[in-house]
């Protein structure tokens, strides 16, 4: 591909992926990774994606950190680095594809569930954060997949569409900062890598405040639906890849 043309699609797929995860607080990692590594390969796509994830996150919580529920976010960033290791001893043990295949399933039949007429529970406290916190650590440890049980326990605590997008940033920072600084002492980061990043950045300061704008004027049962078609759109996409 043509480096111009190469820069485009870069910038193209982070606005896309940006105003996702800005509009509904997750999302653009799995919009962007697949994309970005057709068009510049996964070595490249991987601490790129990283990179835009953590500016949008800071971008999103600039504006929004006194709507985040700071009760749950530490619980939840806690609990996950308790299951991280747990996450890299199953990487280890089962096939990433049968574990792959059954978060896909109960995503899939957790979002078709609450899209149709059966009632689902809801989370009355704030209890059960570890248990979601210590599944997603299990996941991003072994998978990179942290963020559906995080967001399925900020569905069933009814979380309004602000507090959802801010909270969810909350969490992601911290633990995908983590990872950005695993990546770096690994020497992931390149040249070229820099290069795309800051070409990047006024398209992903565009896509937070334009999807910072959407999120603002949904109401909180249409939000919930469009939240729930995702996760199937999620379950799906995870089933094709594994």
């Keep these: 591909m043509d480096p111009i043309a190469r820069t485009i699609a870069v910038l193209t797929i982070l606005f896309l992926a940006s105003f996702t995860g800005s509009a509904f607080g997750f999302g653009d990692a799995l919009l962007a990774m697949p994309l970005l590594t057709l068009a ?3 070595p490249t796509a991987v601490p790129l994606v990283r990179l835009a994830g953590s500016t949008m996150s800071i971008g999103i919580l600039a504006g929004a950190w006194h ?8 619980r939840l960033i806690v609990a996950s680095i308790v299951g991280v290791p747990l996450g890299v001893l199953l ?10 295949a059954i978060l896909a399933v109960v995503l899939i039949a957790y979002g078709i569930a609450n899209l149709t007429t059966l009632p689902l529970p809801t989370l009355e406290s704030e209890r059960m954060s570890y248990l979601f916190g210590f599944v997603a650590g299990i996941l991003g440890g072994a998978y990179n997949t942290n963020g559906p049980p995080i967001v399925m326990y900020g569905v069933m605590r009814g979380w309004s569409p602000k507090r959802f997008r801010a909270t969810l940033q909350g969490y992601f920072l911290p ?4 990872v950005l600084v695993g990546q770096a002492l690994a020497g992931f980061y390149t040249r070229e890598i820099w290069q795309l990043y800051a070409y990047s950045l006024p398209v992903i300061g565009t896509a937070v405040l334009a999807g910072g704008w959407v999120n603002r004027r949904f109401e909180a049962e249409q939000f919930e639906r469009i939240v729930y078609a995702l996760l199937v759109a999620i379950g799906v996409v995870l089933l094709i890849s594994r």
């Design 175 to 178: 633990t995908g900062f983590a």
């Design 91 to 100: 990487l280890q043990l089962a096939p990433a594809g049968i574990v792959t």
């Design 67 to 74: 709507r985040v529920d700071l009760h749950a976010a530490w």
């Design 40 to 42: 510049v390969g996964l």
